[in-house]
């Protein structure tokens, strides 16, 4: 640990949200220049340096507590980090620096000048309801910051209207859908509080372990299962997200794919496995079967419609729509390997879509728009962004040597032990199908001929395409040498699974 | 100092970046290229007494590159089948990138386009070829499988027109699509069952898996190493026709095919075993699977007017010999398949590198253009004529010990179907390689098949030349001393009785 961060060890929960809360309320001051921008890049590094620390505390010493204002659990509220807020939290803040680094001049040329100042406050204030959701411990305090998240989003979104007018109502879509989600989980949660008369989740989980739940508890869960998967994009409920990540801003879609969804991700296992009773740890079997199939529909539907897509964006959207489905499958089945197997893919396809939606902004950065019809010869033209579109493309498929394969072999292994032979034949295939997208993207920029009355394109500066290949070159390195990320998600599976941090 | 193993794939990887730094160095570049494929066969080379002395599957001797989880690495370890297949790339490494030099230079220039793509990708092939020769268990297999696969996929659309774009499609499809569906399953089965990956002499399923699952494991094995090109997934092969000629023999000799036998005769032989192979009615499938191919492939072979299509389906046939011997799993069948890696390597490169000989100086492209051509083309016809014989399996070529022995495996199992499939695709092959270099040297120039601009030709160029009579002499010094590859042969583990 860093020596001079020791004496703050005990209040890295918070310091974790105060930091880019108070980055984001003071970013307007800098002003619409580089310096708004250095500010953010300031901000997520300190957060990021903060969540890694944190990470080594919560490996060594077990999961941390703390008490707001000194009030004790389950009076005050309490933020509680685990191995597993501890691992999301990392990746949120580290992949939200790298993309905050790589922005500077996409978000020059994408959000008009008036906003700029106001834009970087925004784009912290996000990451802060993100962080924030991460690291509490008390149920009605994740819907307020859920609530911060989503508002700050909707306004990110909205900011693409200068590059495609279609943003406004992608943003509105996302307003209204966002809103009844969250409105679900707020009433899940207040049907929770009424049975148990608490608000903090472990002290949830153990009174409603102990009591026999009843319908009360059932309706909560119904309603927290729609709205979570409105959160998370799972199918049938994604369809806000091609929309909106396709007219976002570029830097705001990088932003978003690597951190948002996974957020929403991280509260379904949160709220199902440590907050709502299990039975042994494990899920009941309706819940399984109906996660279980929207997150298999979901593999097959995003791929499908992943391949049919007319620009890099929304190809790269309706890819998340599946690898989203990928995430869920482990989390519903709740078997070790297959829980693993879901965090091991929660981060890879943080660093892998992340890296790729980055990409996609940089054609947008020279191009214009990342149509199709635009990147025929793309491969010659911009080489170095190609390359790491089709590196990024086979983690996607889960080629061995890429990290989406060390994830999905344990994906695999989980189901197969679970008795699930059916969903993994799903994985595979939907691997296969991955493999049809990603090469849409191959032969358009490597085997079409470039148009003829196309103007001369340069590859981008090199400050833009050296955070693309920090995140693919990471995701290709644990790829292959995967053994300490794997045993972290594995004790982090386990403590999940164990019931409580 | 650095394991040998190591050197073997770092020697590949620098050919691979090599290109891209000598942009404008043609010459440099090309000497580089071989200097390093000479560099990666004497490195191959040392490998062989360490293996020759015996007890080349002992702990000791692996190498891990990295690690997924406890029991789960990429390691490499080196054993009698994976020098044979080693020996073959590498050598045949040295011979097409002359070859290249000559074919492409001749054809498209000093300058092609995408030629960085081309040496870099062909190296990469070749480094995926040394892992999956070298690979001490499934997973890294699998790893270097695939690298193969999406390495060789910019070869083979090197031209960029709507049929190579096509072809390169149906090769990613089959070969992408076997491999995670069936092969995937298949070795994450394999890891749910035993707990394990290992290659181990004997198998590793026999005492953990029922009769059942081991015949499915040998039918997801089997057909999802779609690189053998077994029926119903051997379509991607005579698509692939459409790249240059020096990557037809990188996909039919050197790497990508072989490494799909190869494959199928290391889990024959270590993640099976020979006795539950024989014992399941799975392996009895797949047996007929490829002595179904062998004779619908020669069949097809009779009716392909190509020059290139019928040495790809000549191919087929050749492999699935292999694939039939795997199957079976005697002894004698499985040394025979183990050695028709080599022979067959050493006829078929041969054979391709004459046609696109004949490519280069003519623009002939079809057999009923080539009459008369043995007198333009001496070297070339002579060589074809070797290749051919070879291929066939008659003396006094090097084809003749491995399919000899694949007979007598077939003998020792009483499968005697299969002795006649292998016996009749020889009759059938005689039928449709033969009469090539017989009416080239001997039927009249048809003055009217020649190409326009191309009436007057003589022999290939030099560096054509010269790898396609070293590898037709390889066939003839192979049959008086199989040595080396005889010797591996009779060492891979369940051929000995």
Redesign the interface.
Known sequence: MLNFLQPWADHFPVLLVLIPLLGGVLAPIFGRGSRGWAWAVLTTGCATIIAIEMLLVVRSGGAISYPLGGWPAPFGIELRVDLLSAIVALVVTSVGWIVTIHSRRSVQVEIPRDRLGPFWSVWLLAITGLLGIIVTGDAFNMYVLLEISALTIYGLIAMGRSRDRKALVSAFNYLILGSIGASFILIAIGLLYAHTGTLNMSDLHQRLQASDGGATVMTARAFLLVGLSLKMALFPLHFWMPAAYSTAPSAVASLLSATATKVGIYMAMRFLYTVLPTEGGALTDPNVWLLGGCAGAAIFYGSIQASRQPSLSLLLAYSSVAQVGYIVLGLAVGHIDAMTGSILHLMFHALMKGGLFLCAGIFIYRLGSNDFTQLAGIGRRMPWTSAAVVLGGLGMIGVPGTSGFISKLHLLRGLLLADHPILAMLVLLGSAMAAIYTWKFVEIAYLKPVAEDAEEIREVPFDMLWPVWLLIGSSIWLGLNPAPVVELAADAARALLGGGG | MIPLEILALTLPLLGAILPWLLRKQHTLRNGCTVLLSLALLATVIQLLPAALQGESSSEDNSVV?????PGLD?MLEVDALGLIFALVASSLWILNSIYSIGYMYRLYGADFEGQERYWSCFALAILAAMGIAFSGNL?TL??FY??MT?STW?LI?HH?SAA??RS??IY?FIL??SS??LL??AI??T??LTGTVRFEAGGILADSASPTQISLLILLFFFGTAKTAIFPLHQWLPNAMVAPTPVSALLHAVAVVKAGVFTVLKLSTMIIGPAAMQASWGAEVVAWFAAGTILLTSVIALSKQELKARLAYSTIGQLNYIVLGAAVAFPAALQGGALHIAMHAYGKITLFFAAGAIYVVSQKTRVDQLDGIGRRMPWTMTAFFIGTISTLGLPPMGGTWSKWLLCVGMIEAHQWAFLGTLLISTLLGLGYLLPIPIRAFFAKENAAAAVKGYEDHGEAPWACRIPLIVSALACLVLFFWPGIYAQLAAMIEGSAP
């Open positions: 590159l990295g690690s997924i989880a990429f997973l699998f790893l695939e690298l999406f910019p659309t960029r190579s774009k390169g499609r990613l992408v699509g995670t569906l995937l399953t994450v089965w890891w749910v």
